[in-house]
């Protein structure tokens, strides 16, 4: 019977175009990120979706919130973990991905700006209040006392080296409480 269902439900997923793609952490020789190498242009939501990526759009994760779920009950059990969140600004997409390898937080984004493998020991979601309205940080830190003030106030800065504010690398804001 549970054979029969099986194939039942893999016969339901093809059909339904759901091509769930998993998130390989690759480097190339000099140390960089390649996961993005063979990513085309011009995914939409639905896609994104489909493909199993968190949907992150005004702020708040509108879609597979079960696979940020996934990853932090993973990373927190000490057990390898990656996931790759779409972020969605009106019609331009912006992908990241998130890894946990050998006790280790690592996120890369598609802009291409910084693709150096910079790991991190600390995943932390920071709350705190910006202009009288609550929100959260998601970070990666290399110190869990990191505050969300701190993290605002970098955010914010114009300045690039804040002696007194730990390493840290946002992976997202967001307004509210977190809803995963």
């Not at 093809?14 to 690759?26: K, N, Y």
């Amino acid at each position: 019977m549970k054979g029969k269902a099986l194939a039942i439900l893999l016969v339901l997923l093809l059909m339904t175009g759901c091509a769930w793609r998993p998130v390989s952490f690759t480097l190339d020789e000099g140390g960089n990120y390649t996961g993005f190498d063979r990513v085309e242009e011009g995914y939409t939501r639905q896609a994104a979706r489909l493909y199993g990526w968190v949907v992150l759009e005004d702020l708040t994760i509108r879609e597979n919130a079960k696979a940020w779920q996934r990853f932090l009950q993973r990373s927190g059990e000490g057990k390898k973990a990656g996931v790759r969140v779409a972020e969605f600004f009106g019609e331009e997409m912006y992908l990241m991905d998130v890894f946990f390898r050998d006790g280790q937080y690592r996120a890369f984004f598609s802009d291409g700006f910084d693709m150096r493998d910079e790991p991190f020991p600390f995943l932390l979601t920071l709350a705190g209040e910006t202009n009288g309205q609550p929100g959260y940080a998601v970070v990666l830190a290399g110190d869990d006392g990191l505050t969300y003030e701190q993290v605002m106030h970098k955010f914010f800065s114009s300045q690039l080296a804040e002696p007194d504010i730990p390493a840290h690398r946002v992976l997202f804001l967001g307004v509210g409480e977190p809803d995963w």
